[in-house]
């Protein structure tokens, strides 16, 4: 592909066994001292850390393009050092002579032995194009020659993977499906096609090939259920998928998408980031039974985090659990009294609840509501002076804690700091 990979870094093909990993790997870091090649050696010690294990193989796996090995297939009597002249010669007899006598099998077996001789040369000389052609005919004359069969299958490719890698997406996944119809097992190469389609902007086509994929995966997986690795991959290509359907519903994700997130924690009941575009799907649709359930299950296994508690408080308090929604966010600001996103939760929750109180005229609750945010956030003028307001309105069932005319600390900061707020 276009960018460096892990495997690319190392000087490899994917799926280089583990033995050929270790190998490039011990000959770089002798090429690159640390000393003197400190960041080049930090990037190959992470790209050999990054295919040593299955799991973390995977993740990387998963959307690079598969490497075809192979060769082309030739007899001993078709490996020919003929020069071109006499090659081209002998092959236009023979041509005549099949075109009168098409059913002759000696001259139809004489004609395909030369027609792969110039293969052969063409090969050499890397004209696959032309060899290609060549191998056309003979299947045409015989469907089932096998090394005409094979070559050209290995063509198509060979010449894909190299287009891909230059970037050139819509002609290898030309070649690609023209190889899938003659090997629709290749399980590889219909994850390339995945892979291409997607890069190429068919997202029908790609979100096809990627269940195909899957399905082939899963049937692996399920003859060997300890297989690691196919794990991985299922995982990983889930999470792509889950994303690109997030992507097309502009961020937000989509039912499709949380879907596939569902059957990675079939897999892996414990992936946090699975629970976690869940749990974010059933906020964004607005389902708070659900997202508090949601959340707080994500509580339940990670206490610490304080996201998770920030969307748990946010669940609850549209769920009408105002109490425990600041329970939430109390208990997150212990943890971590300056982070922004949580003292700025406890605020926007406060003007919120304060916004319901004041339109059910219920100024009590407002003043009690509107307190809060001073302490949380002491130096924001608003506060202060809708506090103070508030407190003071003829409006306000609650009489102020302290006389009017005697100043208390927020009608003194009100004077200093506030002169331009007065109405």
Request: glycine residues 6%; proline residues 5%; aromatic residues 10%.
């Amino acid at each position: 592909m276009e960018n460096e990979n892990v495997y690319s870094i190392l000087g490899l093909r994917k799926g280089a066994p583990d033995g050929e990993i270790k190998k490039a790997y011990v000959e770089l870091i002798k090429k690159f001292d640390p000393e003197k090649h400190t960041d080049r050696f930090m990037v190959i010690q992470s790209a050999y850390e990054r295919l040593r294990h299955p799991e973390k193989r995977a993740r990387e796996d998963v959307l690079v393009f598969n490497y075809f090995r192979g060769r082309f297939l030739f007899t001993e009597d078709e490996r020919t050092n003929d020069p071109d002249p006499k090659v081209n010669q002998e092959l236009q007899a023979l041509q005549t002579e099949h075109s009168q006598k098409e059913k002759d099998p000696e001259v139809e077996a004489a004609y395909i032995r030369v027609l792969m001789k110039r293969s052969f040369k063409k090969v050499g000389k890397r004209l696959w194009a032309e060899a290609m052609e060549d191998w056309q005919k003979i299947l045409e004359i015989n469907p089932t020659h096998q090394r005409a069969k094979s070559n050209v299958l290995y063509s198509y490719l060979t010449l894909g993977y190299s287009y891909a890698e230059h970037g050139l997406y819509e002609e290898a996944i030309e070649l690609w499906e023209k190889a899938a119809q003659m090997n629709p097992d290749d399980a590889d190469l219909i994850h390339n096609l995945a892979i291409g389609c997607g890069l190429a902007g068919k997202g029908e086509q790609s979100k096809r090939y990627w269940t195909e994929t899957l399905r082939r995966w899963q049937a692996r997986l399920e003859k060997d259920p300890d297989d690691t690795y196919t794990k991985g991959l299922i995982i990983e290509a889930r999470r792509h998928l889950g994303g690109q359907q997030a992507i097309r519903e502009e961020g937000k994700p989509a039912p499709s998408s949380v879907e596939e997130y569902r059957e990675i924690l079939k897999i892996n009941p414990d992936d946090f980031e699975a629970q976690y575009k869940i749990a974010s799907a059933v906020y964004e649709q607005q389902k708070w039974p659900e997202a508090t359930d949601a959340w707080t299950q994500m509580v339940k296994k990670y206490p610490k985090n304080i996201e998770a508690l920030n969307m748990l408080g946010w669940s609850l308090l549209n769920a009408g659990h105002i109490d425990r929604a600041f329970q939430m966010w109390n208990r997150a600001l212990a943890m971590d009294p300056k982070n922004h996103s949580v003292r700025e939760a406890v605020i926007k929750a406060r003007m919120s609840v304060g916004r319901a109180f004041r339109n059910r005229g219920c100024s009590r609750n407002l003043w009690c509501s509107s307190r809060p945010c001073c302490a949380t956030c002491p130096r924001a003028p608003k506060f202060s002076w809708r506090l103070a307001r508030r407190t003071c309105s003829r409006e306000t069932s609650a009489p102020p804690r302290r006389p009017i005319g005697r100043p208390s600390s927020w009608t003194r900061r009100i004077g200093k700091r506030n002169n331009g707020c007065r109405t």
